[in-house]
């Protein structure tokens, strides 16, 4: 059974900084491009970042040079350095592959980590 398993969200201050770790499976991690997603409070969910097995990048126009997407293959993991965190950030973080997971003909999702950005 496919888990993906989110952790490292807090609550931090705005301006400073969380780092997100996700746990995937091999099979998972080692041929596809993988991702953060966020949801945050009365929106959709949304891609924050994404990394592909060769390590390009891309980021959402709102975390550019705040967020680092990163991944280690020996781990099988993958990383969200975010610094100078806003109240705006505050949301679900979710890691997943670019498109999410299909199981059983609907999206897969795992539990998230919780990142709140307050004073």
């Known amino acids: 059974q496919v888990q993906l398993v989110e952790s490292g969200g807090d609550l931090v201050q705005p301006g400073g900084s969380l780092r997100l770790s996700c746990v995937v499976p091999e099979d998972i991690f080692g041929s596809n491009t993988m991702g953060w997603y966020r949801r945050l409070s009365g929106k959709a969910r949304e891609e924050v970042a994404r990394i592909t097995v060769g390590s390009i990048t891309r980021y959402h126009n709102s975390v550019k040079g705040r967020f680092t997407i990163s991944r280690d293959a020996a781990k099988k993991s993958l990383y969200l350095q975010m610094n100078s965190l806003k109240t705006e950030d505050t949301g679900v973080y979710y890691c997943?592959?670019?498109?999410?997971?299909?199981?059983?003909?609907?999206?897969?999702w795992g539990q998230g980590t919780q990142v709140t950005v307050s004073s």
């Open positions: 997943n592959t670019i498109p999410a997971l299909i199981m059983r003909s609907q999206e897969y």
